[in-house]
């Protein structure tokens, strides 16, 4: 099966996320990265190209969705991971040139961007993938499957936290600076840069859909212009109710995504810092340990888990999940099939809610955590 | 020293709470329980406290009160461990008479009889001690003193969190019974049972207290008629936030009160189910554990801990020190002195907060989680 | 019920062990702490006796045993805590004078001494218990009645541990100073004074009794003469291999005694400093979480447990089930009847294997690690 | 900077670690795989091959070894992951060719061959890498560092153990077949299959090397021929003492490779499974979490570590360090340079060592656990 050609829009040298993505692209060897505009300022797009080794690099990404659209051996894929406000114009053109989109998340800084993205989506015949990673993980596949099977029967109770604490003090580095710009990030601080992670994973493991929240958003750090840390109160379709905290100021808390999920009869409990463990109580027995393809996994985990129990996958194989997912994806697509069955990833709709969420948490601050719909 | 004489009102053949206070008065052998109004029903009381071998049996506490305060070896201090509905009556016959009161919580089961029992300690001249048993926790003392000693900065974030699973079916037990009935327990379920606690303990620690809430109750159980889950979000004095929840419904949980606070320079993490841990990041340090009797434990921890580090100490113990602080006031009292520096216990003040968190709470979620003060 | 009347040889002011035994007398209200002679030197054994309000305080245990023997109202059992070389002389006065006999461990500091003792336990008629206090915690319980109902098959491997870290330099203090004198401790170290904790355990637990060992000795702190460090292989009846390890001089280690066993079909877990917890892993199924009194917790575990899953017991309470249990046999004792179906203590036998896997440890280190056998 | 063209021997459709070879080569970039004997069956290695879309695909490593040498493009390193006894038949092939060698572990099945393969590599101008992929681990880096820079002060005790329980009973699967084949992996079963990666650990954290052990193994599934439980005592050259527990039989545990290092002024705690994490204990301070590139990290562990604090690194990466490094140590052989400082990977003198403990062990055993020197 040849590897499908991939290019990149943003990640360029001193980026995170496009770093993260290019092995994530890597590790299950279906892709290639042949092209990339990794920089809005064309002279670092082309250092960063060409520390990369690649041969095709573009000033912007308009010049690299044209130029490889015409190409017999074009991209067939592209990569966009530039802060937020750039993605729709990004995926905009590659997408109205049938070349598919992955997409970092947020879906985009303001709602209105998010609209017109879904449209451009709906208007074309390609893919779109967001990059919510962290429904790539294994355990998290599986506590989704053990939901929809009825382990913990009728959803209660959900609880969802992304504790962070590197922006405890001001800092004036690249990755806090963008984020913490309302121009480059949107109108929310961390509940767009991680919140919407929570909000995102609560929704993909218990299948439901919040309706309306109630949010208290607070930027503790002095001349900070977004929030940094929010309280948000949930409820969801069918009388499911949450509780969402999302902090940047959290000492303590490296990356500490954790959900908790409570139905009519059991529990279960989740951290990303130590991905490959799923909790499960059946209420009124003990509670069992399941482990990434150890005893008492499901299919669903196993067909994104690599290697055995007790050898811990981490965040990059996580990540790697949703490109291969994608990849499986744009394979079918090219007979014009769907993706198999089972394979998942996010898409634009779930990008759309998340800016909603975004939202309607900032709405509900500014109304002193009044109630909002989530349906913006 | 002569041991203080007791006296205990509730607490019969199958109740929990009255064999608690009982170990937690005879750990430190500081009190002698001498009588007993041990249940509402005169036959149970009698047999109750014949199951006990107690020698002044009563019954009622009305009784009990009168007579005892005529003797000349009668008890010193009474211990109160009905349900809530009967506090304030109770502890009324003894403050009138002289006797010290240790009270179980929450204060009252409304909020007019808990003004009334706080102007009736006033009015007395003796000691009421509530027994918020988790502030006695040698680690939650040493959090109080941390935070106050600025080993955080000042405080931002506040993480509470009391769930319980073993109402996530109706339980036809007297345990459930009483709690799950407002004419005994007052307006709030788990709010009142537990949730009081968990607010007790974030101002305990941080120093703190709140002003104003937004609550989101839910009754999840058919049938029940108080709320069996809570989401509450809190604004404190001076700028710091809150959230806190309450359930009793969420299988795997089952006791699991935990508290997360946050400040401008570290963070503290304490679980009452693992309580012999604090765990404190120095913003910028690796997280330390903290153990108690162990390096880097203070004083204030020291002075409530009986054993070596290592040699875990638990619930009983944590509630024992609330005995043994009352002792001591209680001793120094005799004399007409205040309690010796470090003593510390829990007020009819704080009481009277608890009622007012359960009432602000119950209003608050049924004006929809509007933002209700808590100086009700 | 009246309350057993208890004496007390050890445990004055400055000790550690003797304010343990009683508070674990206390716990449960069985006993009642009447005379003492409460050190080696009779000034601080009045001192100590005034200290703690004893109304028969004594010079020795000599004339303590003789004069209370010939009261109405004297002892019935006494509490042992004095360092292990004076078990056996202390001991001895008690036994032949008809009174129980409650011993701190080790049994002895010598073997000579050991089996004279069993030889007076025999000749006496009355009950001798030994404060091996981990079989107390109702979770080792569990464990050992797990292992005897077949819940993971044959027993296989045992691990056990017992790291501790206080001896890491040399420490002039009272507690170890007699612990690292062989005159007083015997001819064991580490080996003594906790090693003899782990073995017993692990025999507890098992059901199985250690053949041969094979021990490595070590003092690692310069001028100690008894080992602070031991690896000690051990090959139990019936096939089952373990291994011990014993430290006073592993930093980070405050009191973790540990045990792990494998059976063909399953392995248990358990670890004192977090004592309510009890892993089992059936072969090929999630590891579970079975808790002190919750879900999954069996009888034996139940009937030493005082208060609900969640409110976690600690040493002290385990200690008190060693009394406790002896209350129970010591008041069928009054009647000529053995002791209540399922009450459970360490004996002299247990002890006597102590003290020869102590002899076994030093004889096998001494001959570079030679097989000895324990039955010596 | 061009990759490095790899070709591999072993690593079949059905292996375990040759799948795991490929990703660990992919995931930084540095590596083409070009060519491959992947069976030695040469139909399977055939199948093989073209299932991975390789183009220079060989019946046997022989011809492959003497046909990339002689191609201008031919392979520059080689990845061996057969079973063990094969090793050094192929390693030899391709390093008289000069082409660079990346084994996996054991070295050898046999001891004699051991010594041949490490006189090969001496008489080549190549460089040879053996991968003990848990030293990859960023973790395992920042504690090698530490004791190195006395963290702990000079090291008493080592306590590492490797238990896994997949073959707790008789499994008829291909991984577990071979490993169980005297024929095929020499003489050691857990002690060479995992036993070697424990020892290996143990002296790269602590820089110490083994003088004598004495082992005690055990074969307990009925049938089997090799040892699949080993109880190892350890002197480490300047009196330092260690244990090593290997087993494949213990029930709960997937791949609970863990290691404990005690110093006379600190200890150090890292649990495979959960990698990130590494436990320092400054004696008389409270314990410290240090983790993968937070605060505390040192630069040792940073320059093998990819992502952020919190965003978990495993298996996968660990391993891909060894690869990565190995690709520095390449890259600068191409200029006859050594490689650059830092640049750290376990070498063929490791894999002889680690030769050398699986023949003490299998000898000590056979002699009852008498001590064996390990300069064998």
Redesign the interface.
């Known amino acids: 099966?040849e590897r499908i050609k991939l290019g990149m829009v943003g990640g360029g040298n001193d980026a995170?996320i496009g770093?993260?993505h290019?092995?994530a692209a890597?590790?299950?060897?279906k892709f290639e990265l042949v092209a990339g505009a990794l920089s809005s300022t064309p002279e670092k797009s082309v250092a960063s190209g060409e520390a990369l080794?690649l041969k095709r690099v573009y000033e912007d990404f308009k010049k690299m969705a044209s130029r490889e659209a015409r190409r017999k051996d074009g991209i067939e894929a592209v990569a966009i991971v530039t802060p937020n406000h750039v993605h729709y114009k990004a995926a905009r053109e590659f997408l109205k040139r049938g070349i598919h989109v992955i997409c970092d998340k947020p879906l985009t800084s303001t709602l209105p961007d998010a609209k017109k993205l879904v449209q451009a989506v709906e208007d074309s015949d390609v893919l779109f993938i967001l990059t919510h990673n962290y429904t790539g993980y294994p355990m998290v596949r599986q506590a989704k499957q053990m939901v929809a099977d009825g382990a913990?029967g009728r959803v209660?109770?959900v609880?969802v936290?992304y504790p962070?604490?590197?922006l405890?003090?001001d800092q004036d580095i690249k990755q806090a600076r963008w984020r913490t710009d309302p121009a480059q990030s949107g109108a929310g601080g961390s509940v767009g840069d991680i919140g919407t992670h929570a909000y995102n994973l609560a929704c993909f493991i218990t299948g439901l859909e919040a309706e309306t929240l109630?949010a208290?958003l607070?930027s503790?750090v002095s001349g900070r212009q977004l929030d940094d840390?929010a309280?948000v109160?949930l409820?969801f379709e069918g009388g499911a109710?949450?509780?969402l905290?999302s902090?940047q100021?959290?000492?303590?808390?490296?990356?500490?995504l954790r959900i908790?999920v409570?139905?009519?009869?059991?529990?279960l409990?989740w951290a990303?810092?130590?991905?490959?463990y799923l909790?499960?109580?059946?209420?009124?027995?003990?509670?069992?340990?399941?482990?990434r393809n150890?005893?008492?996994a499901s299919v669903a985990a196993g067909r994104v888990s690599?290697?055995?129990?007790?050898?811990?996958?981490?965040?990059?194989?996580g990540f790697a999940n949703i490109y291969s997912e994608a990849a499986e994806a744009i394979i079918a697509a090219r007979d014009g099939q769907p993706a198999p069955e089972g394979v998942l990833y996010p898409t634009v709709y779930d990008g759309l809610k998340g800016v909603q969420f975004v939202t309607a948490c900032v709405k509900s601050s500014a109304r002193?955590?009044a109630?909002i719909d989530l349906d913006l």
């Open positions: 099966m995170f770093a993260v290019r092995i890597r590790i299950d060897d080794g913990i209660r109770v609880q936290e962070q604490d590197w405890t003090v109630s208290d607070q503790f840390n309280h109160m409820r109710r949450g509780m905290w902090s100021v959290a000492p303590g808390n490296e990356n500490a908790r409570y139905g009519e009869t059991g529990g409990e990303q810092e130590d991905p490959n909790w499960h109580t059946p209420f009124g027995q003990p509670k069992r340990l399941i482990t150890g005893s008492g690599r290697i055995p129990p007790g050898h811990p996958e981490g965040y990059l194989e002193n955590a109630w």
